[in-house]
């Protein structure tokens, strides 16, 4: 009876336990929902707290007699010649409810003929062509000669200098070169890689000088003229001319709007391992047989890999720049031609790189798409936000050390030579690594630089003899997957670059242990396999422009849902708690 006891108390603990961490599992899932809800709460636009709306506005009396009467601007036909500027300034208010005071250094002649001007506008005419300057304050207007002055304005800007590059290499070896110093007539051998090599660098360049170069470019060098500019405030002062002035003004806006634009990059990185019917490649045709989803694309290399029925290829791709055709209007962005369809489009293994461009919902949907195809495995899926014209970089994987160089030296003692090897290790890259530098049209089209790499390194055991002694040493083989391409595309759009194959081979050794080890006679008591299958990697990619906190909104909410299937799916798989 006792051990009965025992029994149901131990059997009880544990349901209560598991109970305990389904519940803890349960606060976990609840807490994460509650912090992204408060996060796209805060984006909302809030609304003015109404102390502040009474404090900025002042209060109006709702008497009708009390109300000011709202009438137009007056209007008037202006024609003077040859008028000195002063007497044309203070006439020109004469008998209207604006004040006038004009400097005193002011001087020259004015001649025009407007009609239906107001003040104003007869102001403004006047600075575009003689170069008067006017201030409108409280009191009146202010008229100021064209003089030098000194403003002050505010950029908001990182003070760092950024550099990358993205390097394509293809090499079957090194050739040597024997050529002759430039001076002393020696002999000079240099060893250079044969093969095929792309550099794609992003200039290193300074943001705070190249603002500087810009604006003394504008303003010139004239006595009395100068620029100033300070990185660690984001501060820049500049003395010029009120016309000149204003041209700076418009450069930094400018200038400013493009380079804080932000484009959230989100990737997914994918091998299909294919089906026996589609050892060719994907049929890409074949993926548009589902709704209304729609593909175009274009190819860099290889041959006429997308034809159509009179096998003449619909779409010319120019060398080292994927440029999908548009394929219309996406996310409300008014694009430049409708969709042209691939028609009986199938890649080959032999027809180079490839980019399409995608009128489809989310990834989610190619990928099922895809999988009629082969058995699709995600080998990434990077997501990341960055700013116009600069280099994102995703790096998963892990770096191993291998030996890439042995060297010996011998040491003689007496009658004995004593040899020393001594080897040089490097790291060797093995994952998924990408990197991406968008620039953004005012059309919230999208021009990207994509450097997609995956790689795999093994161990190789090689002999190596230095000197007497003969060792085993661990190599790298190193198999490497990877374009560099450039692709344009609308804001929301799916890119997908494709075409990288390779074989998979399996050996597979089975038998009775112990037998299958003995030598000449082992074969009868094993059974070894062979197989070969063909992968292709395809790499999807979508830029999504910020235009306010509602993309990012957007983004969140999205994250919040996949959370929350994620967690419908894993209670769908656990036991009933008690």
């Known amino acids: 009876m006792r051990g009965m006891t025992l029994l149901h108390s131990f059997l009880l603990t544990v349901l209560l336990g598991g109970c305990a961490i389904e519940k803890a599992k349960d606060d976990v899932a609840v807490a994460m929902d509650q912090e992204i809800a408060a996060g796209i709460e805060s984006n909302e636009k809030l609304p003015v707290p109404a102390a502040v709306s009474s404090a900025l506005i002042p209060s109006i009396a709702l008497g009708s007699s009390q109300l000011p009467e709202l009438v137009d601007e007056e209007r008037f036909d202006v024609t003077v010649n040859n008028v000195p500027a002063v007497q044309f300034f203070m006439s020109l208010v004469d008998g209207t409810k604006y004040n006038m005071v004009v400097h005193p250094e002011v001087s020259g002649s004015i001649t025009l003929n407007l009609s239906n001007v107001t003040i104003p506008d007869v102001l403004q005419a006047v600075r575009d062509v003689y170069g008067y300057e006017f201030v409108n304050t409280g009191y009146g207007f202010q008229v100021l000669p064209g003089r030098l002055q000194a403003r002050i304005y505010q950029i908001n800007y990182l003070n760092i200098n950024r550099s990358g590059e993205s390097r394509t290499l293809v090499s079957s070896g090194s050739l040597t070169i024997l050529g002759t110093e430039d001076e002393g007539g020696g002999a000079r051998r240099e060893s250079v890689p044969a093969g095929t090599t792309i550099n794609t660098d992003l200039p290193e360049t300074t943001f705070w000088q190249e603002v500087k170069t810009s604006i003394e470019a504008i303003v010139g060098t004239g006595e009395g003229r100068g620029v100033v500019v300070n990185p660690q405030s984001g501060v820049v002062v500049v003395r010029a001319l009120p016309s000149e002035l204003r041209e700076v003004e418009r450069f930094l806006e400018a200038t400013q709007l493009i380079v804080q634009r932000q484009v959230i990059l989100?990737?997914?990185?994918?091998?299909?391992?294919?089906?026996?019917?589609?050892?060719?490649?994907?049929?890409?045709?074949?993926?548009?047989?589902?709704?209304?989803?729609?593909?175009?694309?274009?190819?860099?290399?290889?041959?006429?890999?997308?034809?159509?029925?009179?096998?003449?290829?619909?779409?010319?791709?120019?060398?080292?720049s994927l440029d999908p055709v548009d394929p219309g209007p996406v996310s409300g962005v008014v694009t430049r031609s409708p969709a042209i369809p691939i028609d009986g489009a199938v890649t080959s293994a032999f027809g180079g790189v490839f980019s399409l461009a995608l009128k489809i919902g989310d990834f989610s949907s190619f990928i099922e798409l895809l999988e009629s195809q082969g058995n699709v495995q995600v080998l990434s899926s990077p997501r990341v936000a960055t700013l116009n014209n600069q280099k994102a970089v995703i790096k998963v994987g892990v770096d191993e050390f291998f030996v890439t160089d042995i060297s010996s030296t011998s040491v003689a003692s007496g009658n004995t030579t004593t040899t020393n090897p001594s080897v040089t290790l490097t790291p060797f890259f093995s994952g998924v690594a990408l990197d991406v530098t968008p620039q953004i049209s005012g059309d919230n089209n999208v021009t990207l630089h994509i450097h997609p790499s995956i790689s795999d390194v093994v161990d190789q055991q090689k002999t190596v003899t230095i000197g007497t002694a003969t060792q085993e040493i661990p190599l790298a083989r190193s198999t490497v997957r990877e374009t560099d391409s450039i692709v344009r595309a609308a804001s929301g759009q799916v890119i997908v670059i494709g075409g990288l194959m390779q074989d998979i081979i399996n050996d597979q050794t089975a038998g009775t242990p112990g037998a299958k080890d003995v030598p000449l006679f082992g074969n009868l008591f094993k059974h070894v396999k062979k197989s070969s299958q063909k992968s292709e990697l395809v790499i999807l990619l979508k830029p999504v422009v910020v235009d306010d906190g509602r993309t990012w909104n957007a983004d969140m909410q999205d994250s919040l849902e996949t959370l929350r299937d994620l967690n419908t799916t894993l209670k769908s798989r656990l036991p009933a708690g008690p």
């Open 266 to 320: 989100e990737a997914k990185i994918i091998e299909v391992r294919l089906f026996d019917g589609f050892q060719t490649g994907i049929n890409w045709s074949g993926l548009l047989q589902s709704g209304t989803n729609s593909i175009t694309g274009s190819q860099v290399g290889g041959g006429s890999v997308l034809v159509n029925e009179s096998g003449v290829s619909d779409i010319a791709g120019a060398s080292g």
